[in-house]
């Protein structure tokens, strides 16, 4: 599913000569496998981390089991958690964490119905970007969208490549 949001951020990373790597909750290594695809992926693709569980989520990734607990395995707040828990397991300038709702069975409530996708991207240390938003068809359409959408929040923060 190459489109232009991903090449567009491939051809940044690789002019700002940035590495990224992923903490996939319901893109489920997607995301990753996605950004492998693009040309020179070697360059700044660094790898992924699926943490479809929670208890990988608390144990890997380091999340407060509390955390789960108050805000659920997808929300804002988990999905920061666990970007921030990426950081010391693999290497690289940004870190984006995903989580979110694909298909019925999560926490989904008709404030966060399924569709409903975080993101979150840190660099430096410092949050880059932060996103919700819902997205609606089969689970592998809502997972689609989510990785175009995290593209796109990427080359908002990053600014087009030239």
Same mark, same amino acid.
């Not at 940044?12 to 950004?35: N, P, V």
């Given at each position: 599913?190459?489109?232009?949001?991903?090449?567009?951020?491939?051809?940044?990373? !690789?002019? $700002? /000569?940035? @590495?990224?790597?992923? %903490? =996939?909750?319901?893109? #489920?290594?997607?995301?990753?496998?996605?950004?492998?695809?693009?040309?020179?992926?070697?360059?700044?693709?660094?790898g992924s981390f699926v943490?479809?569980?929670?208890?990988?989520?608390?144990?890997?990734?380091?999340?407060?089991?509390? !955390?789960? $607990? /108050?805000? @659920?395995?997808?929300? %804002? =707040?988990?999905?920061? #958690?666990?970007?921030?828990?990426?950081?010391?397991?693999?290497?690289?300038?940004?870190?984006?964490?995903?989580?979110?709702?694909?298909?019925?069975?999560?926490?989904?409530?008709?404030?966060?119905?399924?569709?409903?996708?975080?993101?979150?991207?840190? /660099?430096?240390g410092s949050v880059l970007?932060?996103?919700?938003?819902?997205?609606?068809?089969?689970?592998?359409?809502?997972?689609?969208?989510?990785?175009?959408?995290?593209?796109?929040?990427?080359?908002?923060?990053?600014?087009?490549?030239?």
């Amino acid at each position: 599913m190459i489109n232009r949001y991903l090449t567009q951020c491939g051809k940044l990373l !690789l002019e $700002k /000569k940035l @590495t990224i790597a992923f %903490a =996939e909750s319901a893109t #489920a290594g997607r995301l990753a496998a996605e950004f492998s695809l693009l040309p020179d992926a070697g360059a700044f693709l660094k790898g992924s981390f699926v943490c479809y569980d929670a208890t990988l989520k608390e144990k890997v990734l380091k999340v407060p089991d509390r !955390l789960v $607990k /108050k805000y @659920t395995p997808e929300s %804002a =707040e988990v999905t920061a #958690a666990i970007t921030r828990g990426l950081i010391p397991l693999i290497p690289a300038d940004i870190h984006v964490g995903v989580t979110g709702l694909t298909a019925p069975g999560g926490s989904e409530t008709p404030e966060k119905p399924v569709g409903t996708m975080f993101v979150c991207g840190i /660099k430096n240390g410092s949050v880059l970007f932060s996103g919700r938003s819902v997205f609606s068809g089969s689970p592998e359409k809502i997972m689609l969208r989510a990785i175009v959408y995290t593209a796109k929040l990427l080359i908002d923060a990053l600014g087009a490549p030239k």
